[in-house]
């Protein structure tokens, strides 16, 4: 047969178990007529009788002896593979997951995400990899377990997401900055000097799309392709840096933030994930602790979960 029916080892197995057709059809629900075909076949296939009639038992054949232990462990794996996972011990879990995550998400959440994963398996180790651009191939590949970031219309339409919070852009100047004072009107914010944050120079984003909505545009002096890099920036000198506020929210520590003149999109950031690790209970968990860290973290206006 090149393509053996795999139910034929279950009935083997309860055959040379039981030693008998009529107690091994009782046991598999069969009736006996039914149960003598499948030994039939057990027989044509095998190529050996397998169980022999001696006085009014049957007794198993060498070759049945020897397959026994075989078929039996044949049957327990197969038995096991499908049936559902197990409860996960996080006790015993050991594993190590990377994230991929999106600038400022470890300065700001990492501590507190390290402290819940310890929190309930000590085990697990996290991998935090700098987030450069947006292919999901990382993902599909399964070298990246999970990702964070704003899913833009370029995002592979397999990827399962889930939104973790929003997100809208402040300015950040140093204490002491002009700007620390008095109104800051849309034409004010717009002639500081700006340290504009993209991977690509001359770039332009939401913020530069508001400004010329009512004939802006700002003053970019310096490029940088992080958030990190520019808040650092601007705690030495007069720059002004426009940064996802929840993103920064420990970066910002002795630093001056306020509200943009403008009108600027609310961005949605979510975690994302191939869909081969939907059902995963350790991925399951992972995603979870990442809910709960992003949620408890915040300190500023609640809203509605996505």
């Known amino acids: 047969m090149t393509k053996p029916d795999l139910n034929l080892l279950i009935t083997l197995n309860v055959l040379l178990a039981e ?9 598999l629900g069969l009736s006996p007529s039914a149960m003598s075909r499948a030994l039939a076949r057990l027989r ?24 026994r232990e075989q078929v039996s462990q044949l049957v327990q794996d197969a038995t096991s593979v499908l049936r559902p996972a197990e409860k996960l011990d996080l006790a015993q879990l050991t594993r190590i997951f990377t994230l991929r995550t999106s600038d400022g998400f470890v300065e700001n959440f990492g501590a507190a995400l390290l402290a819940r994963v310890n929190q309930d398996a000590a085990g697990v180790r996290l991998c935090f990899m700098q987030k450069m651009n947006k292919d999901s ?13 704003v899913v833009g219309a370029s995002a592979s339409p397999e990827l399962r997401t889930r939104g ?25 914010y717009a002639r500081q000097d700006h340290i504009m944050i993209s991977r690509r ?7 530069d799309d508001a400004l010329q909505l009512v004939g802006l545009e700002r003053n970019g002096v ?8 520019a808040l650092a920036l601007v705690k030495g000198s007069d720059l002004v840096a426009t ?10 520590s002795g630093m001056f933030s306020f509200p943009l003149p403008i009108t600027s999109p609310i961005m949605t950031v979510s ?8 059902a995963d209970p350790a991925h399951r968990w992972l995603r979870q602790c990442v809910l709960d860290v992003c949620g408890n973290t915040y300190q500023g206006d609640t809203f509605a979960p996505p």
């Open 44 to 67: 044509q296939t095998t190529g050996d009788p397998l169980l022999v009639r001696a006085g009014r038992a049957l007794v198993p054949t060498p070759r049945a002896l020897e397959l």
């Open 201 to 207: 120079q001359g770039h332009k984003g939401p913020v």
């Open 164 to 188: 973790l919070f929003r997100d809208s852009f402040i300015g950040v100047v140093r204490a002491g900055h002009p700007l620390c004072e008095g109104e800051i009107s849309p034409e004010r």
């Open 222 to 229: 310096t490029y940088v392709d992080g958030i990190s890099t």
């Open 271 to 278: 975690m994302l994930w191939h869909p081969r690790m939907d």
């Open 19 to 27: 030693g008998s057709v009529v107690l091994a059809a009782q046991r």
């Open 243 to 252: 940064v996802p506020e929840r993103h920064t929210l420990n970066l910002r």
């Open 137 to 149: 191939a990382l993902l599909r590949d399964g070298i990246v377990d999970l990702e964070t970031g």
